[in-house]
């Protein structure tokens, strides 16, 4: 036991609220299984964000490690060192700027090396972060590539970014097969991000990611997928197909968090050691309403009726889109809490303008106790964890993706972006529990809001839930 407690992992997130989390997860889970010392290392701001969270506060163990980085040497304004604080125009220029922490990376590897009188036993690194590799070979350690997306993302999003299969296939093919899956699972047009749909290979996205995950390919031991076997077996078989490396899932990796709210009731769950645990679990991320106050609401509600909506921590709709959005649901009746953001085209922590949602609609959805509007950031734990909830509106992104099935809540897709598609699309393929309603740049109407809204909750209302 004495020799464990002295290994050593080294971890690189990549600079992503949505990457954080697991990261964070998989090194308290590490921690606590195994007693090896875990250092995290990323940017000063995040590694604040880290800091804040009560995990890392509950386990000393994890070392948090703050690298250089100065957001404004990279022509980034000042203080951008996550992909929520940069605009989209711009976060191929925070991913560049992230190789710059290769040479840190390294010497506070050769640190660790030096003081602890070996390597430490590997670095895990997020896969976007393909030069880890080369950091590991310097002080002799293996790097472990670990993705925050689910395997069917992931062998997807490798997958197009190796073999651009899109852009060999004629353009008036809607559909086309991506190699590691069956040629019977064909692609949409449509659920390519633009960077990819528009990638040739010669594209600043393609000059970044190509290069970055042949180096994870070619020289990692192996993928850490969060995921289970059990959950995407279509997924894992392409995963290993493409990466041709082993892969071993480690997931689904909730938060704490989740697991404890999961045996409280409502009520003892509005205690403030819970509002805590919670605020803390988001990486420093304070919740603009009291996690207290979104419960409360949702105990006004029968079991199974309320529809949760978010597009999560970096992501959101047209005006246009907010607007039909808000009609469907008025129209539906349906009760809801609706984390809302500014629209494309605006700063997404700016001022939320009510001229963005029909004449009254918050004033009217908050009188008929219909609908609650959280501005900016909820308690989405807490609101997945609520008997109350019934179906969740979601962009598909991984985390909510894992927080929403485990809790049995179905999932009315929305993607918007990144590997959101391929989620959203295994969802509905494999596992039928998704209807996908309108995805990245098409448009859906306030009638057929409606009525998937409640085809959805209705046909969950008939199913016990829990
Ligand atoms: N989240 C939250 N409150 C919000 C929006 C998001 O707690 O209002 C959390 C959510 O629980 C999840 C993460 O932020 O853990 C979002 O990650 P995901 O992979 O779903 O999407 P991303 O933000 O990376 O697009």
Same mark, same amino acid.
């Given at each position: 036991?004495?020799?464990?407690?002295?290994?050593?992992?080294?971890?690189?997130?990549?600079?992503?609220?949505?990457?954080?989390?697991?990261?964070?997860?998989?090194?308290?889970?590490?921690?606590?299984?195994? @007693?090896?010392?875990?250092?995290?290392?990323?940017?000063?701001?995040?590694?604040?964000?880290?800091?804040?969270?009560?995990?890392?506060?509950?386990?000393?163990?994890?070392?948090?490690?703050?690298?250089?980085?100065?957001?404004?040497?990279?022509?980034?304004?000042?203080?951008?060192?996550?992909?929520?604080?940069?605009?989209?125009?711009?976060?191929?220029?925070?991913?560049?700027?992230?190789?710059?922490?290769?040479?840190?990376?390294?010497?506070?590897?050769?640190?660790?090396?030096?003081?602890? @009188?070996?390597?430490?036993?590997?670095?895990?690194?997020?896969?976007?972060?393909?030069?880890?590799?080369?950091?590991?070979?310097?002080?002799?350690?293996?790097?472990?590539?670990?993705?925050?997306?689910?395997?069917?993302?992931?062998?997807?999003?490798?997958?197009?970014?190796?073999?651009?299969?899109?852009?060999?296939?004629?353009?008036?093919?809607?559909?086309?097969?991506?190699?590691?899956?069956?040629?019977?699972?064909?692609?949409?047009?449509?659920?390519?991000?633009?960077?990819?749909?528009?990638?040739?290979?010669?594209?600043?996205?393609?000059?970044?990611?190509?290069?970055?995950?042949?180096?994870?390919?070619?020289?990692?031991? @192996?993928?850490?997928?969060?995921?289970?076997?059990?959950?995407?077996?279509?997924?894992?078989?392409?995963?290993?197909?493409?990466?041709?490396?082993?892969?071993?899932?480690? @997931?689904?990796?909730?938060?704490?968090?989740?697991?404890?709210?999961?045996?409280?009731?409502?009520?003892?769950?509005?205690?403030?050691?819970?509002?805590?645990?919670?605020?803390?679990?988001?990486?420093?991320?304070?919740?603009?309403?009291?996690?207290?106050?979104?419960?409360?609401?949702?105990?006004?509600?029968?079991?199974?009726?309320?529809?949760?909506?978010?597009?999560?921590?970096?992501?959101?709709?047209?005006?246009?889109?907010?607007?039909?959005?808000?009609?469907?649901?008025?129209?539906?009746?349906?009760?809801?809490?609706?984390?809302?953001?500014?629209?494309?085209?605006?700063?997404?922590?700016?001022?939320?303008?009510?001229?963005?949602?029909?004449?009254?609609?918050?004033?009217?959805?908050?009188?008929?106790?219909?609908?609650?509007?959280?501005?900016?950031?909820?308690?989405?734990?807490?609101?997945?964890?609520?008997?109350?909830?019934?179906?969740?509106?979601?962009?598909?992104?991984?985390?909510?993706?894992?927080?929403?099935?485990?809790?049995?809540?179905?999932?009315?897709?929305?993607?918007?972006?990144?590997?959101?598609?391929?989620?959203?699309?295994?969802?509905?393929?494999?596992?039928?529990?998704?209807?996908?309603?309108?995805?990245?740049?098409?448009?859906?109407?306030?009638?057929?809001?409606?009525?998937?809204?409640?085809?959805?909750?209705?046909?969950?209302?008939?199913?016990?839930?829990?």
């Amino acid at each position: 036991a004495d020799a464990q407690q002295e290994e050593h992992i080294v971890m690189l997130p990549f600079m992503a609220h949505g990457h954080l989390i697991p990261f964070l997860a998989l090194a308290t889970q590490i921690h606590q299984t195994t @007693g090896f010392t875990i250092t995290i290392a990323t940017t000063p701001l995040n590694i604040h964000y880290l800091r804040r969270s009560s995990t890392t506060a509950n386990h000393r163990q994890i070392r948090l490690v703050a690298l250089p980085f100065n957001s404004s040497d990279h022509g980034l304004p000042p203080n951008t060192e996550n992909t929520e604080a940069v605009p989209l125009s711009q976060l191929i220029t925070l991913i560049y700027a992230s190789t710059t922490l290769e040479a840190p990376c390294h010497q506070l590897l050769a640190d660790i090396t030096a003081k602890d @009188g070996r390597p430490p036993i590997c670095i895990i690194s997020d896969v976007v972060h393909g030069w880890a590799t080369r950091v590991a070979q310097k002080v002799q350690t293996v790097n472990v590539s670990f993705t925050a997306c689910g395997a069917y993302g992931a062998a997807t999003y490798v997958s197009l970014w190796q073999n651009l299969p899109h852009r060999r296939s004629p353009e008036t093919d809607e559909y086309f097969s991506v190699p590691g899956f069956p040629n019977s699972c064909r692609f949409h047009r449509s659920q390519i991000h633009q960077f990819l749909r528009a990638a040739d290979g010669n594209d600043s996205w393609s000059r970044y990611f190509r290069p970055q995950i042949v180096l994870s390919l070619e020289s990692s031991f @192996g993928w850490l997928c969060n995921t289970a076997e059990e959950i995407e077996p279509l997924g894992l078989e392409a995963l290993r197909k493409v990466t041709k490396l082993p892969v071993w899932t480690i @997931g689904p990796l909730l938060p704490p968090t989740m697991l404890k709210l999961n045996h409280s009731s409502s009520s003892s769950s509005s205690s403030s050691n819970l509002k805590s645990l919670i605020l803390g679990q988001h990486c420093g991320k304070e919740c603009e309403i009291s996690p207290k106050k979104c419960l409360e609401w949702l105990d006004l509600h029968p079991q199974g009726s309320v529809l949760y909506i978010s597009f999560g921590s970096q992501n959101t709709i047209s005006a246009s889109q907010m607007m039909e959005l808000a009609k469907g649901l008025e129209d539906s009746g349906k009760p809801f809490i609706w984390v809302v953001r500014p629209p494309i085209g605006f700063d997404l922590k700016g001022e939320f303008k009510a001229e963005w949602l029909p004449d009254g609609f918050e004033e009217r959805m908050l009188e008929r106790k219909q609908g609650m509007l959280v501005r900016s950031w909820a308690p989405q734990l807490e609101i997945l964890c609520h008997k109350s909830t019934g179906a969740f509106l979601s962009h598909c992104g991984w985390n909510s993706v894992m927080e929403s099935l485990s809790q049995g809540v179905p999932i009315i897709g929305w993607p918007l972006a990144a590997e959101q598609a391929y989620n959203a699309k295994m969802m509905v393929e494999e596992m039928g529990v998704c209807v996908e309603i309108t995805r990245i740049e098409t448009s859906v109407g306030r009638e057929e809001v409606k009525s998937v809204i409640d085809l959805v909750m209705e046909e969950n209302g008939k199913r016990d839930k829990r």
